[in-house]
T-cell receptor, first 113, second 113 residues
Framework: AQSVTQLGSHVSVSEGALVLLRCNYSSSVPPYLFWYVQYPNQGLQLLLK??????LVNGITGFGAEFQKSETSFHLTKPSAHMRDAAEYFC???????????FGAGTRLFVKA | DADVTQTPRNRITKTGKRIMLECSQTKGHDRMYWYRQDPGLGLRLIYYSFDVKDINKGEISDGYSVSRQAQAKFSLSLESAIPNQTALYFC????????????FGQGTRLTVV
């Protein structure tokens, strides 16, 4: 069975600091991995996805993630946080069927001025 | 206009009442999903549909039913609402011919009193 663990329900960083949101997954088959972002009062938007083409994935708004098979991790990073990055971030894992997508519990990112 | 539209956006209802949440999409996707979001639990799948004739239960289908009226429309019903169904509900779509990423509506905030 697939599962997703996001370490830390809340992460707080200063504006301009590195953002690191952690995600570990378990999957019995090669996974598709996603990061979604949810801004207040909105639905989830795809930030980036890994589908086995490259281990380093760049997404929108300056975020990136690295698929590390040995560590079963797909951590989200951004070199320099901006106030507009304050949102909730969800890691998700899926097999190729699509319907079996499992979401993590989410990490709320706070950005301090 | 949004690609995935949910109505209503907010609803307060009484225990025991029947309520329907509606979802329509203009993306032409074949797959549609209903998720429930609760704080600290991420998103959990209620029902999913791969086409008009294919409806499947998700992780937490008890107390819910769905109807796929057309490729573009997928409604979620609570036959007899109870307070622990108070949550944020999301409809999502995906295209089976492209990738497994999901496109979300803006959500319906349901409160059962």
């Amino acid at each position: 069975a697939q599962s997703v663990t996001q370490l830390g329900s809340h992460v707080s960083v200063s504006e301009g600091a590195l953002v690191l949101l952690r995600c570990n997954y378990s999957s019995s088959v090669p996974p598709y991995l996603f990061w979604y972002v949810q801004y207040p009062n909105q639905g989830l938007q795809l930030l980036l996805k890994y589908t086995s083409a490259a281990t380093l994935v760049n997404g929108i708004t300056g975020f990136g993630a690295e698929f590390q098979k040995s560590e079963t991790s797909f951590h989200l990073t951004k070199p320099s946080a901006h106030m507009r990055d304050a949102a909730e971030y969800f890691c998700a894992v899926s097999d190729s069927s699509g319907f079996n997508t499992i979401f993590g519990a989410g990490t709320r990112l706070f950005v301090k001025a | 206009d949004a690609d995935v539209t949910q109505t209503p956006r907010n609803r307060i209802t009484k225990t025991g009442k029947r309520i329907m949440l509606e979802c329509s999409q203009t993306k032409g996707h074949d797959r549609m999903y209903w998720y429930r979001q609760d704080p600290g639990l991420g998103l959990r799948l209620i029902y999913y549909s791969f086409d008009v004739k294919d409806i499947n239960k998700g992780e937490i289908s008890d107390g819910y039913s769905v109807s796929r009226q057309a490729q573009a429309k997928f409604s979620l019903s609570l036959e007899s609402a109870i307070p622990n169904q108070t949550a944020l509900y999301f409809c999502a779509t995906s295209d089976s011919t492209r990738s497994t990423e999901a496109f979300f509506g803006q959500g319906t905030r349901l409160t059962v009193v």
